[in-house]
């Protein structure tokens, strides 16, 4: 049945989408700082997994170096140029557009070095079908629902778990009495940062597995999640997936009704009926 | 010399919309990606009407006008209830949308393939077909924008965006509206890009979508940056350096395929190096 | 029986789950220099916030002349006759004492632009009085000589008199001023003590935030101890600085 056939590529699409949904949510709700530069960062880790797997690498080290270049970009995009705006105390205005200007160096960088026409991962076994109940689905999709909820799970855990996610936690709400009690909120933001661009490396490997490389494709999943973030609540992890899938299931299931180009229609129409009737989102975050 | 009119006519038509990017972002604040989609919209729109012989020039002009102005306003008007970022995401949005729209809506914009043989502007009845003439309406339009730009910084609105962009909290305070002025300011920057917009359609009298994406929208802002912010100066000195950068590249051997990305990358660093070490720009007050 | 001044009546405002205003109340009468005080975190710049109309109270409301407040914005309510200053000033620091002053001005021509591009040479002119304007107030407050400086260029106490030139310029009748003498030294402070009881003489009432003795006992006629988010004591300055009680709240034991 096509409906449901659609509704399962959502709950893919969706799976992926929210993890870059909560790597997005977790650095903007604890810098405050809205780092587009993380669609660069999401790109970058298609590109460097394929450059790996092209040169016949095992699977597991493309994907630890794939994580690692990403967590090394993200820190060093936050300590070499969002720090210090911070220190010659910079508009939000003036980091957006430098983290904008971040976007576009490596977006294109990546089209000089690679070409900007679309890139398939060399991988015969990811493309694979396989029937459930009459859905068909590649092995690689089935990868990408259980990675993107492991990645899920773990996050969750950290942040509620462990002691320097409860950190992390307290710095993101209160900057200012965060430093007084040395918790050293710059050093928070490197590590969340980090572990943002990190989570968000794993879609970045997963999506263009499925559906190609392009340089310039970041910015459409990017503006997804931010509308999933800020529907699901700003500071709920949970919220930005469950949002991020549901924006992604009903995506696909508009396919019956209206041509594929106006989906990125859909996503702003649902943005803006968030932004007119419940602004503050469905799962904000309780202080 | 016929290269260096359209060099001027070019610019000109960029001076335009660096004073509508100064006005949004400079001097209200606002970020915005979304001045390409606007410039985009009033190029379509003049261009349909006097491709389908509907009206002259002069009239297509202030249709154009008067529709970009009210999407300005209808994307600004919702900001009283949500913080700033809420702009990044719904300018983001505007955009995509916009060049989805360009692209896919074939009867209204020609799709990718876009419109040719658009005619010539036609002035009390005379045409403007030589490129001599036609760098004449652009001064002359440039000088009313330039005109208009400098009564509205001397004059009372002026400075009252100039103290809303210092501190919102105590504008209010002294019982100013705000959001009427930040509205304003949207709604003039949408006049000067959607005029932009007709100029540059029967300039070239050939549009495609290229030249209103999202690139688009970043060459604009890295022309405000460079050029400076907030002030005429700036936004003349921004888009002549700017324009005349593809010609100086052209001294360095770039394979074409590259050439592209390489203008892009350019713009993106410009961005970066500015924001940190030159936030005034070159002729500007500091962003 | 004509209605208080200002009225404040039962007041609750909540910050998740701290209560900044408990059940507060108070009145204001015209005419008077009436000083808010109380310990730090006692509610009382909270209580500007609430009658300005930047906060909105859980419970509670504020009536001015009978009037109630409620729900309307701040700049509605600047339209009412009240108007505040802050704490930590908020002037417009690249701007200069003059235009600092001629942004509170109400309803120029040119402050929309249609006006401002199709009518320069009127806006031009209303410009001319407003300038004017301006400075007669600045004179007002002493700051005459310094109108065509920059902010950053002003010295602590000549921005504190801004902020009270500012706040005259929306020609507000009641003042609600954020600790007007707070860092000024003893020259200066002797200067804004005279501003503010020459201000009264004129027919304009003043609703004071202050935490030192000296100025409340020198300028207010009526005092509001303010403790905890809720109206403790009210009375003249020498019945409230003379309570040990109250003394002991705010400084922790007797003066």
């Known amino acids: 049945m096509l409906a449901l056939q659609l509704l399962v590529n959502g709950l893919v699409t969706g799976s992926a989408l929210g993890l870059v949904a909560i790597s997005f949510s977790l650095i903007y709700s604890t810098t405050k700082i809205f780092h587009v530069a993380h669609a660069g960062v999401y790109t970058m880790a298609g590109y460097v997994a394929w450059s790996l797997a092209s040169r016949g690498m095992p699977d597991v080290v493309t994907l630890v170096v794939t994580v690692a270049a990403c967590m090394a970009m993200g820190a060093l995009i936050q300590h070499q140029l969002y720090a210090r705006l911070e220190r010659r105390r910079a508009t939000p205005l003036v980091v957006l557009i430098a983290s904008l200007g971040a976007l576009a160096v490596m977006q294109n960088v990546i089209a000089a070095i690679y070409s900007p026409n679309i890139l398939q991962f060399p991988v015969p076994w990811g493309s694979q079908m396989v029937v459930l109940g009459g859905v068909r689905l590649t092995w690689t999709q089935i990868l990408t629902v259980l990675a993107s909820l492991a990645a899920y799970g773990a996050t969750v855990w950290f942040f509620h778990r462990t002691i320097l996610g409860k950190q992390i936690r307290?710095?993101?709400?209160?900057?200012?009495?965060?430093?007084?009690?040395?918790?050293?909120?710059?050093?928070?933001?490197?590590?969340v940062v980090g572990i943002g661009s990190a989570i968000v490396a794993l879609p970045g490997i997963l999506v263009p597995l499925d559906l190609g490389l392009q340089p310039y494709s970041g910015i459409t999943p990017l503006l997804t999640a931010t509308i999933a973030m800020i529907a699901g609540g700003i500071g709920s992890i949970t919220g930005s997936f469950v949002i991020a899938v549901g924006i992604a299931v009903l995506q696909n299931l508009s396919l019956l009704v209206i041509p594929g180009e106006?989906?990125?229609?859909?996503?702003?129409?649902?943005f803006v009926i968030f932004m007119l009737f419940r602004p503050t989102g469905l799962f904000a975050a309780a202080r | 010399m016929d290269f260096l009119f359209s060099y001027i006519a070019l610019a000109e038509v960029y001076v335009l919309l660096g004073l509508s990017t100064n006005l949004l972002v400079g001097i209200a604040g606002i970020f915005s990606v979304s001045q390409a989609a606007v410039f985009g919209v009033g190029a379509y729109i003049v261009a349909q009407l006097?491709?389908?012989?509907?009206m002259g020039f002069v009239p297509a002009m202030l249709v154009a006008s008067l529709v970009c102005i009210a999407l300005n306003v209808l994307v600004t008007l919702p900001s009283l209830r949500v913080s700033g970022d809420y702009f990044v995401v719904t300018s983001f949005g505007i955009q995509l949308l916009a060049t989805a729209v360009f692209i896919n809506w074939t009867q209204g914009t020609g799709g990718a393939n876009g419109l040719p043989g658009i005619p010539p502007p036609d002035l009390f009845g005379v045409m403007l077909e030589t490129n001599a003439q036609l760098v004449m309406l652009t001064t002359v339009s440039v000088g009313l924008g330039c005109l208009a730009f400098w009564l509205i910084m001397r004059a009372p609105f002026g400075r009252l965006l100039r103290a809303i962009r210092e501190d919102e909290l105590a504008v209010a305070a002294v019982g100013k509206g705000v959001l009427q002025a930040k509205v304003s300011a949207a709604a003039?920057?949408?006049a000067f890009a959607g005029s932009a917009g007709g100029l540059y359609a029967t300039f070239l009298s050939f549009i495609d979508p290229v030249s209103f994406d999202l690139d688009a929208s970043i060459l604009l802002l890295t022309m405000v940056v460079v050029g400076g912010a907030r002030t005429l100066a700036g936004s003349i000195i921004g888009p002549f350096l700017l324009l005349a950068l593809p010609q100086v590249l052209t001294f360095i051997d770039i394979p074409t395929t590259i050439a592209a990305s390489a203008r892009q990358l350019i713009y993106g660093v410009l961005l970066i190096v500015f924001m940190l070490f030159r936030p005034q720009g070159l002729a500007g007050e500091k962003l | 029986m004509s209605a208080a001044y200002l009225e404040a009546a039962g007041l609750e405002v909540r910050f998740g789950g701290l209560l900044a205003l408990r059940d507060c109340s108070f009145t204001v009468e015209s005419g008077r220099i009436t000083c808010l005080v109380g310990p730090n975190g006692a509610g009382k710049t909270t209580i500007f916030n609430v009658i300005t109309g930047f906060l909105k109270p859980n419970q509670g409301n504020v009536a001015f002349k009978g009037q109630s407040l409620d729900g309307l914005t701040p700049q509605a309510i600047v339209g009412t006759g009240i108007a505040r200053t802050f704490q930590n000033l908020?002037?417009?620091v690249d701007l200069t004492a003059l235009d600092n002053?001629?942004?509170?001005?109400p309803a120029q021509a040119g402050e929309e632009p249609i006006g401002a591009i199709f009518r320069p040479l009127h806006v031009a002119r209303a410009q001319k009085r407003r300038r004017e304007e301006a400075l007669a107030t600045l004179d007002h407050v002493g700051l005459a000589d310094r109108a065509h400086e920059y902010v950053r260029n002003l010295s602590y106490g000549e921005q504190k008199l801004l902020t009270v030139a500012r706040v005259l310029a929306t020609g507000a009748e009641l003042l609600l001023l954020d600790e007007p003498a707070s860092g000024l030294s003893a020259g200066a402070l002797d200067g804004i003590m005279a501003l503010l009881r020459r201000l009264q003489s004129e027919g304009k009432t003043l609703l004071v935030v202050e935490h030192n003795t000296r100025v409340v006992q020198q300028i207010a006629d009526e005092v509001l101890f303010l403790h905890q988010g809720h109206l403790m004591a009210t009375g003249s300055p020498a019945k409230i600085i003379s309570d040990p009680a109250l003394a002991e709240i705010y400084f922790g034991g007797a003066i």
């Open chain 3, 90 to 92: 908020r002037l417009f």
């Open chain 3, 101 to 105: 002053v001629l942004v509170g001005l």
């Open chain 2, 188 to 190: 003039l920057a949408g």
């Open chain 2, 50 to 54: 006097l491709m389908t012989e509907t």
């Open chain 1, 170 to 191: 307290a710095v993101a709400s209160n900057p200012f009495l965060a430093e007084i009690t040395r918790l050293h909120p710059q050093r928070v933001y490197i590590i």
């Open chain 1, 262 to 270: 106006w989906s990125i229609g859909i996503t702003f129409f649902i």
